[in-house]
């Protein structure tokens, strides 16, 4: 019988507003960069990210995620001004057009988060290192009281490919979010959000293994974002490209809701909602 982990439903305060996670949500992703892997997400123009922006909220996307330093592998490395720049062109757009909109910006640097927090009202602070880039960031998070994506990754976007070994990938990976869940809780991080890092650190197989072991993240207990979205194990399993990947995106962002996703990070915002529509009605109808 087909369906959804079981847990207690979850909320987040994103400014001062809880969030219920009843209904899984969607987050759109934003690149405000010249060197996303994925060519269609690029938007270094004002006119592009406006558009951007638009489409994301009028397909029905609950959070912006806005980035400019690509994580790609093997991405450029760019200074935190130039960062900063990128981000504030975009942050500036958003305000005008949505000033209610829930963002999240995508930086691993602490100084970042807290310029995007305090001069814009980001909400979420997503940081693709766990901490480990910026021995700054958990404090800052705690002082900006923001809530925090926590994510899996060995090495930098510039080496983790070549940090794919694991003895045994779910037991490690697990311990690496207790110890950082502990000292976030202990600053007194209340908001905290768990990612997997799919495509961070991990081969194909080690992917695909997350992803049928995904409900041990769930199980956490805290809320589960999966961002997959037309990534390398869609499309180097497939051997097409990334721009042919979206089936592919919307079959494993259902495997991922089943598995207790609460969080879709995508770039096509429009099939996403759909999934999760379908999924949740799905379910209702067993209950």
Request: charged content about 25%.
């Amino acid at each position: 019988m087909l369906q959804r982990i079981h847990k207690e439903p979850l909320s987040l305060n994103l400014g001062g507003e809880l969030i219920s996670l009843s209904r899984p949500l969607v987050m759109g992703i934003l690149n405000v960069t010249p060197d996303s892997f994925y060519a269609g997400s690029r938007t270094p123009e004002k006119e592009q990210i406006a558009a951007r922006v638009r489409q994301i909220i009028d397909e029905g996307a609950d959070i912006i995620d806005i980035g400019a330093y690509s994580s790609r592998s093997n991405a450029d490395d760019i200074s935190p001004d130039e960062e900063m720049k990128r981000l504030s062109t975009g942050l500036d757009i958003i305000r005008r057009l949505y000033p209610e909109a829930k963002i999240s910006v995508d930086t691993f640097r602490s100084e970042i988060a807290t310029r995007c927090v305090r001069d814009y009202e980001v909400q979420i602070v997503n940081d693709i290192s766990g901490g480990e880039l910026d021995p700054h960031m958990f404090e800052t998070v705690a002082e900006l009281k923001t809530a925090y994506i926590l994510m899996h990754m060995k090495g930098t976007p510039q080496t983790m490919m070549r940090q794919t070994h694991y003895e045994q990938i779910i037991p490690e990976m697990l311990y690496y979010f207790s110890q950082r869940i502990a000292r976030l809780e202990t600053l007194g991080v209340n908001d905290i959000i768990v990612d997997p890092g799919f495509g961070f650190g991990k081969n194909l197989d080690d992917n695909f293994l997350l992803m049928n072991r995904l409900d041990e993240f769930s199980r956490i207990g805290l809320p589960l974002l999966v961002g997959i979205s037309r990534k390398s194990m869609i499309y180097k399993h497939l051997e097409i490209t990334p721009e042919d990947s979206l089936n592919g995106t919307s079959v494993l962002n259902t495997l991922a809701l089943l598995g207790g996703a609460d969080i879709l990070r995508v770039h096509d915002v429009k099939e996403a909602v759909e999934a999760v529509k379908i999924v949740s009605k799905t379910i209702q109808s067993i209950a």
